[in-house]
């Protein structure tokens, strides 16, 4: 038995592999590029060590790709074999029941088994952002901020964990509108470990949701060196620097940051086509023509139209769908998605049935031109829209959409509530994309044209 950076007792012997495993650990919180290669290496050095499989499988359905599953399922398989010739402890077999649960489609459940083991560890910083991260998949962000405030208490100043504990809260209270309490949270984590990019985002989230798109560049200029390390997410906080451009009217800088950094990488991780296809729809909302871009990501999301891991990735590979025409896809994945629908027996397709048959419906029309259905359909789906998962700013591009068709209906009164409602979710604070929408209807209202863009 090996005590980890964290303070927690593995079965693991090696100390080369303990150093590897202490690696993972870190990387993980970090969301460092370099993480896989650090399982790699306690897998290699430790092949019975169950909770290192577990993790594998975990990381891998974490990713939300088919693909990925059958990945996760072999983890789980070897995981499990591994405790037959090794004996595992309770916590490292907590893990792998939670495994087991998200793999059957109970992320929920497989939730519980991450707080179990916080209840008896709660410094154990893997499973605090595990199950943060689950959470998030499910878009519990009250449970994600619950979760960290039971455990940190426990957290002493110099626990190699807490700063990251710190960046996860910040998060958290961030998507729950303790906006000031969340900035102060993010800037505390960067302060304890400047690697930390959830933190560094979380507070990037905390000017969005405040209309503070100035506030939020100068908050990431000069601080690349917190994402330039990471996998994947790195995109993601260079998509949060253009959201802040593109309120400021900076559409130049958009564009240069979508082609030379947001996608760059024409990868095919949901998380990437949401930050292009997200991003993509707010320039097109904007009235900017966005060339040929939309091709790539209507590619690789024609791929996935059989995936159905998750509603969120599904609602964004329909936004690439739509955004290119690709009706022949679109209905496939709408096709797909009401079966899924039908049988609503797990997590994920639970959340297929509501919100995303009605938000997927609404993400047609709109391509088609039929904006009041448009509008009906993405209203119908509009309170539950958190169960898609996500962040309030990456939901964003829903709730636009939703205004925009609702706008080009002549729905101007209960596009007006949609705008007030948006309004009191962000404390008041107001983006310049409602703002503009405030005074289109303004003018359609002075005009006397109850319709201030054509209808269908």
């Given at each position: 038995m090996k005590q980890d950076v964290f303070g927690q007792m593995n079965t693991l012997t090696q100390p080369a592999a303990v150093e590897a495993w202490n690696g993972v650990l870190l990387g993980f919180m970090a969301h460092a590029a370099v993480t896989p290669q650090h399982l790699g290496k306690v897998l290699e050095l430790e092949p019975d060590f169950a909770l290192g499989q577990a993790v594998k499988g975990l990381f891998m359905a974490l990713l939300g790709r088919r693909e990925m599953m059958a990945v996760a399922v072999e983890a789980l398989a070897a995981a499990n074999a591994a405790m037959e010739r090794q004996p595992a402890t309770e916590r490292e077999r907590l893990y792998v029941d939670a495994l087991a649960l998200y793999l059957a489609g109970q992320q929920a459940q497989a939730v519980q088994k991450f707080e179990a083991i916080l209840r008896d560890h709660p410094q154990d910083t893997l499973a605090m952002k595990l199950s943060h991260a689950t959470r998030?998949?499910?878009?519990?962000?009250?449970?994600?901020?619950?979760?960290?405030?039971?455990?940190?208490?426990?957290?002493?100043?110099?626990?190699?964990?807490?700063?990251?504990?710190?960046?996860?809260?910040s998060f958290a209270l961030e998507e729950t509108g303790a906006y000031e309490k969340a900035e102060i949270a993010g800037r505390q984590a960067l302060w304890m470990v400047s690697d930390d990019a959830w933190g560094l985002h979380a507070v990037a989230h905390v000017h969005e949701m405040t209309g503070n798109a100035?506030?939020?560049?100068?908050?990431?200029?000069?601080?690349?060196?917190?994402?330039?390390?990471?996998?994947?997410?790195?995109?993601?906080?260079?998509?949060?620097?253009?959201?802040?451009?593109?309120?400021?009217?900076?559409?130049?800088?958009?564009i240069e940051l979508y082609d030379n950094h947001i996608r760059k990488d024409k990868t095919d991780d949901y998380r990437d086509i949401s930050n292009g296809t997200s991003l993509l729809m707010r320039l097109e909302l904007e009235g900017v023509n966005v060339g040929n871009r939309w091709e790539e990501l209507a590619d690789l999301s024609a791929a996935r139209t059989e995936d159905g891991c998750l509603i969120f990735a599904d609602l964004h590979y329909?936004?690439?769908?739509?955004?290119?025409?690709?009706?022949?896809?679109?209905?496939?994945?709408?096709?797909?998605?009401?079966?899924?629908?039908?049988?609503?027996?797990?997590?994920?397709?639970?959340?297929?049935?509501?919100?995303?048959?009605?938000?997927?419906?609404?993400?047609?029309?709109?391509?088609?031109?039929?904006?009041?259905?448009?509008?009906?359909?993405?209203?119908?789906?509009?309170?539950?829209?958190?169960?898609?998962?996500?962040?309030?700013?990456?939901?964003?591009?829903?709730?636009?959409?939703?205004?925009?068709?609702?706008?080009?209906?002549?729905?101007?009164?209960?596009?007006?509530?949609?705008?007030?409602?948006?309004?009191?979710?962000?404390?008041?604070?107001?983006?310049?994309?409602?703002?503009?929408?405030?005074?289109?209807?303004?003018?359609?209202?002075?005009?006397?044209?109850?319709?201030s863009v054509p209808a269908e």
């Open positions: 998030f998949v499910l878009g519990d962000a009250n449970g994600m901020r619950r979760s960290i405030e039971r455990v940190m208490p426990v957290y002493e100043p110099d626990h190699p964990g807490r700063g990251y504990l710190l960046g996860c809260h100035q506030l939020g560049l100068d908050w990431l200029a000069g601080r690349e060196a917190a994402w330039a390390h990471c996998n994947n997410f790195r995109y993601h906080v260079w998509w949060h620097k253009a959201l802040m451009h593109l309120d400021l009217g900076q559409v130049d800088q958009v329909l936004l690439a769908l739509t955004g290119d025409n690709r009706a022949d896809a679109t209905a496939k994945m709408l096709n797909r998605m009401n079966k899924d629908a039908a049988r609503a027996d797990d997590d994920a397709t639970r959340r297929m049935a509501d919100p995303g048959i009605a938000a997927a419906m609404g993400l047609e029309a709109f391509g088609d031109g039929h904006y009041g259905t448009a509008f009906d359909h993405l209203l119908a789906a509009r309170d539950s829209m958190q169960l898609a998962g996500g962040s309030h700013a990456q939901r964003d591009v829903f709730e636009r959409i939703t205004i925009d068709s609702g706008l080009r209906a002549g729905r101007l009164d209960a596009v007006e509530r949609i705008l007030d409602d948006r309004r009191a979710k962000r404390a008041g604070g107001e983006d310049n994309y409602a703002i503009a929408r405030r005074a289109l209807i303004d003018a359609a209202r002075d005009s006397g044209d109850v319709q």
